[in-house]
């Protein structure tokens, strides 16, 4: 058991650092220790609402893609440099370190690249490039009115008819749906036989007569997600990943995809979040408070074990056995990163809900922080499922 | 950064399960109420890991886990986790008979106020253990310590609300000898060292009351179901879960810290921030599933028949010994504080 990185760790480090020095784009100077999806905060501490993706974070996702550093596991042509696991970790902690994102929108790289790469044909594994390297914006259809944490319970329909498949039927809270080229959609292509057996996968271009996007903003007032309808879509039968029937599978994956990256940015956050804390309770001259010194210890704490537990987690991710670890990642970090803003917030008084750059302090940040936090909580399975999930898959409770 | 365990520390690990799960069954934890002897058969069997006091701090917290577990009563934690280390830290001529098991110490330090910090009060508190160790180590303030024989001590047991640790205040009036000077950073060591041994076995005895939590709420039946399959048993499990894993990976990291070298952290407070840390994560953990373990079983866990509080026992008695979690946690907000 050791503490540190090998020499190889450090080199690759290194090797990171010179890249970031030299090409990290100037606008991460102002902070991006929460946002992600749904826009940037400016200087005035506003959202800036419609631009979603701004041009120069599509230039450095680029940047990255090109230099081998987007995904730096995956090999050379899909924009990696075939790095361990270990190695991606210290990658993982060092933009987190540093503040950087990668990309202002993951569906393609977090969850479609890695679906593809699994289940889909050769034909498209070759979409996995443009993904990766944002050329190509996607979106996930999988959440509807009447299908959210049950997302079996999904209703969108897809019939087969010759060659293709028509496709009717809604879905919602689709990120990023109106500025996608294409969109990963689940839909039902069996109603008779039980919930989870009758979902595909079909890969849509979202400029295909019969759909409609109808944007739908963030309760931070960005344009972050939308409704999407689709009527009589036609689909190429040849879009559909995987096995006709078999999408519940692919669900599975691209969730697990999507959780086992996001613990260290979770818990990199986190730790980012108290440690700021800190500098907030001096500057409110309440760093000798001892109410207010015990409840920032405590968050570090959580924050710490927190990260010491993704450790153990990786180690027997890294070893190939699974790791029940992961489950409690999503959650906690979710659910004390939400804690970590709302006490930001209390710590300022007064002005904890201020906007106005000429009053109050850093333009709003955790009042910001604080909306978007609830997409953490929510999105991608929220809280209270990741409850079920540990219960019953990690304990071995009885299922309700 | 490698968070496994080689395939010694796993053996270690499971030798000391097997060993323990059978040579400290509850009925040894109850018959030790009434008669501390009632140890003597685990205590032949532990006498044989003694020698983990004097090696990394990983592998002795990996075997003291195991102990916290089963709630082990007697003279081991002192011995490895005290003892044995402040010995090899004064190049003491005791340390090779204490390590191959046949003599065995406790350490006293705080004062009245109950505080692990140095003082030069005559009469020490929560000492463990010490009618039952051959060797009671002294340190005052200097730091200095004196090694005395038990038997030249007078000790008056403090009763505690955990029959499984015995604590005793040691009173070392008119006893001879002057101390022998410590390196006041080597003292910070060895606390850092009990302290995360400590967390390291609460860790364990929180496993435990989980365990019973969840293996109780798969067999109990109301309303036609096991009561796990009612949410709200299912979450507070969960959350419970959540506490154990964390507390788990800190009392790991915090042992881990301690066997680097400097060179190998990212800063010499690491090691106390880890440790600080480890113990309030334990803290928490070992209260929460204690409480959530009783009320998950309901009546049945109110009993005194039922084993679940010799297990509650252990955790607020442990919770509240080397510091508490709210004393831990101002401890590490003087360090971040100080930092920023
Ligand atoms: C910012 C954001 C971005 C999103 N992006 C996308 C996207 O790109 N693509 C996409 O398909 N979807 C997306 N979603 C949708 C997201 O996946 C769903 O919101 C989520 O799965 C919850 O579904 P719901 O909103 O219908 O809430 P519901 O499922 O109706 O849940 C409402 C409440 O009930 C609770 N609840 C539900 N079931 C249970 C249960 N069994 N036990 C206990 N409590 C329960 C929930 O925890 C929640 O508190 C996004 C959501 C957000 C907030």
């Known amino acids: 058991m050791h503490l540190t990185w090998g020499p190889e760790e450090v080199a690759f480090r290194e090797e990171l650092g010179a890249f970031l020095d030299e090409h990290v784009p100037p606008e991460f100077e102002r902070g991006f220790d929460y946002a992600g999806e749904g826009g940037e905060v400016g200087d005035d501490g506003q959202l800036d609402a419609d631009n979603i993706i701004p041009d120069w974070a599509r230039r450095w996702q680029a940047t990255l893609f090109d230099h081998g550093w987007m995904i730096p596991a995956y090999p050379p042509e899909l924009g990696g440099r075939n790095a361990t696991l270990v190695q991606t970790l210290v990658y993982l902690e060092e933009l987190a370190r540093r503040r950087v994102l990668r990309s202002f929108h993951y569906p393609g790289y977090g969850i479609v690249s890695p679906s593809l790469l699994e289940f889909g044909n050769e034909e498209q594994k070759k979409l996995v490039p443009a993904a990766v390297r944002g050329d190509t914006i996607w979106c996930i259809g999988m959440s509807e009115p009447n299908a959210g944490s049950d997302l079996a319970g999904l209703q969108t329909r897809a019939t087969r008819d010759g060659d293709r498949f028509i496709v009717n039927g809604q879905k919602v809270w689709t990120s990023y749906a109106m500025v996608a080229q294409k969109c990963f959609v689940y839909v039902r292509t069996d109603a008779d036989v039980p919930k989870h057996k009758g979902i595909s996968l079909l890969i849509v271009d979202m400029d295909t007569p019969g759909i409609e996007v109808r944007p739908l903003r963030h309760l931070s007032r960005s344009a972050g997600f939308a409704e999407v309808f689709f009527t009589d879509v036609e689909v190429p039968a040849e879009n559909i990943v995987g096995e006709v029937n078999d999408g519940w599978r692919i669900t599975q994956g691209s969730l697990a995809h999507e959780r086992a990256g996001l613990w260290v940015e979770g818990v990199c956050r986190l730790d980012a979040s108290v440690l700021s804390l800190i500098d907030v309770a001096q500057r409110r001259g309440l760093d000798q408070d001892a109410g207010v010194r015990r409840d920032i210890a405590t968050m570090y704490e959580q924050a710490s074990s927190l990260r010491a537990l993704g450790y153990k987690g990786f180690a027997s991710f890294a070893q190939g056995s699974s790791a029940p670890e992961h489950s409690y990642m999503k959650m906690a970090t979710s659910e004390m990163g939400k804690a970590a803003c709302e006490y930001g917030m209390q710590l300022q008084g007064a002005y904890g809900p201020v906007m106005d750059p000429e009053r109050g302090e850093e333009n709003g940040r955790w009042v910001n922080y604080f909306f978007m936090s609830f997409a953490n909580t929510i999105a991608g399975g929220s809280s209270e499922i990741q409850r079920n999930i540990i219960a019953q898959r990690v304990l071995g409770l009885p299922r309700s | ?340």
């Not at chain 2, 890991?49 to 701090?57: S, V």
């Not at chain 2, 090899?88 to 001529?93: M, P, Q, V």
């Not at chain 2, 009036?173 to 400590?198: E, I, K, M, Q």
């Not at chain 2, 480890?278 to 005194?304: E, F, L, M, P």
């Open chain 2, 1 to 340: 950064m490698d968070f496994s365990f080689s395939d010694d520390q796993v053996l270690l690990r499971d030798t000391a399960r097997a060993i323990l799960s059978k040579e400290c069954p509850p009925s040894l934890v109850r018959a030790h109420i009434d008669d501390p002897a009632a140890v003597a058969p685990l205590w032949s069997q532990l006498k044989d890991f003694t020698a983990l006091g004097d090696g990394p701090c990983t592998d002795l917290c990996l075997f003291i886990d195991e102990t916290g577990y089963v709630a082990a009563p007697g003279v081991f934690f002192p011995t490895t986790a005290m003892f044995a280390p402040l010995l090899a830290a004064l190049d003491h001529e005791l340390l090779p008979s204490v390590l191959s098991g046949e003599v065995t110490g406790t350490v006293a330090v705080a004062g009245a106020d109950g505080h692990w910090t140095l003082n030069d009060e005559p009469v020490k508190t929560f000492v463990p253990e010490a009618d039952r160790v051959d060797w009671i180590a002294v340190v005052d303030t200097g730091p200095t310590v004196r090694v005395l024989p038990a038997a030249d001590v007078a000790t008056r047991q403090t009763r505690m609300v955990d029959f499984s640790r015995l604590f005793f205040e040691v009173d070392t009036t008119g006893t001879p000898g002057s101390g022998v000077g410590l390196d006041p950073a080597v003292f910070n060591d060895l606390t850092a060292r009990a302290t995360a041994a400590l967390a390291a076995e609460m860790v364990g005895t929180s496993r435990r009351l989980l365990e019973m939590a969840i293996a109780y709420a798969k067999e109990r039946i109301q309303f036609d179901v096991p009561i796990g399959s009612f949410q709200a048993i299912q979450h507070r499990l969960a959350e419970c879960s959540l506490a154990v894993e964390r507390a788990t990976a800190a009392a790991q990291y915090a042992s881990m810290t301690l066997d680097a070298s400097d060179a190998e952290l990212s800063s010499s407070q690491e090691r106390f921030r880890a440790v600080h840390v480890a113990k309030a994560a334990a803290g928490n953990a070992a209260t929460r599933a204690a409480k959530d373990s009783i009320q998950v079983h309901g009546g049945i866990g109110y009993t005194w028949e039922h084993d679940l509080h010799l297990y509650l026992r252990r955790a607020v008695g442990s919770e509240h010994w080397l510091g508490t979690t709210s004393w831990h946690h101002d401890r590490l907000a003087d360090l971040l504080f100080k930092a920023r």
